[in-house]
T-cell receptor, first 112, second 111 residues
Framework: DADVTQTPRNRITKTGKRIMLECSQT?????MYWYRQDPGLGLRLIYYSFDVKDINKGEISDGYSVSRQAQAKFSLSLESAIPNQTALYFC???????????FGPGTRLTVL | GENVEQHPSTLSVQEGDSAVIKCTYS??????FPWYKQELGKRPQLIID?????GEKKDQRIAVTLNKTAKHFSLHITETQPEDSAVYFCAPGGGADGLTFGKGTHLIIQP
């Protein structure tokens, strides 16, 4: 779905580096999410935001932080990247409870 | 929080046969039951969903059935085709925390 975009699409970095993944959506949805996908573990929720002033921790928030700069933008940061944060990261946006989540194309992050 | 289990983790069927994937959940407050499909290298996309006031919903070759009493819902795909090969995720929810995704079922369609 071209309405949700993520940058970069691929990133290789080294242990200890600070990394920011960015997500933008043109759907006008208030709710945005960051997920991490690892083989065999499905999609696990890192952080979510219901509006610009609302940030909530998900299942696996340790080692991550987020910023909701505007309704359309939601960034995920790894303050000091470690190898077990190597994964595929997805951003999603939705209108509200019980509505379709529209996913971005994903960012493949490798931490060496 | 919601505990979600999805079975089987891998399902291999002959082309043209039917496939059924089951999802069980723990939170009786869940009122929204979607299924997402993720093709290799692609993003997850919604293929069908059902709400708690409906027991079954069908869209061409795919259907979802819900048993709220037993807290499970299932994805049914009939007349499977090669393009059905993908990973399928259930994601019950609808409450304040949104959706909780299952670990996924890898569906393989054998020619």
């Amino acid at each position: 779905d071209a309405d949700v975009t993520q940058t970069p699409r691929n990133r290789i970095t080294k242990t200890g580096k600070r990394i920011m993944l960015e997500c933008s959506q043109t759907k006008g949805h208030d709710r945005m999410y960051w997920y991490r996908q690892d083989p065999g573990l499905g999609l696990r929720l890192i952080y979510y935001s219901f509006d610009v002033k609302d940030i909530n921790k998900g299942e696996i928030s340790d080692g991550y932080s987020v910023s909701r700069q505007a309704q359309a933008k939601f960034s995920l940061s790894l303050e000091s990247a470690i190898p077990n944060q190597t994964a595929l990261y997805f951003c999603a946006a939705t209108r509200g409870h019980g509505d379709t989540q529209y996913f971005g194309p994903g960012t493949r992050l490798t931490v060496l | 929080g919601e505990n979600v289990e999805q079975h089987p983790s891998t399902l291999s069927v002959q082309e043209g046969d039917s496939a059924v994937i089951k999802c069980t959940y723990s939170d009786s407050a869940s009122n929204y039951f979607p299924w997402y499909k993720q093709e290799l290298g692609k993003r997850p996309q919604l293929i069908i969903d059902i709400r708690s006031n409906v027991g079954e919903k069908k869209d061409q070759r795919i259907a979802v059935t819900l048993n709220k009493t037993a807290k499970h819902f299932s994805l049914h795909i009939t007349e499977t085709q090669p393009e059905d090969s993908a990973v399928y995720f259930c994601a019950p929810g609808g409450g304040a925390d949104g959706l909780t995704f299952g670990k996924g079922t890898h569906l393989i369609i054998q020619p």
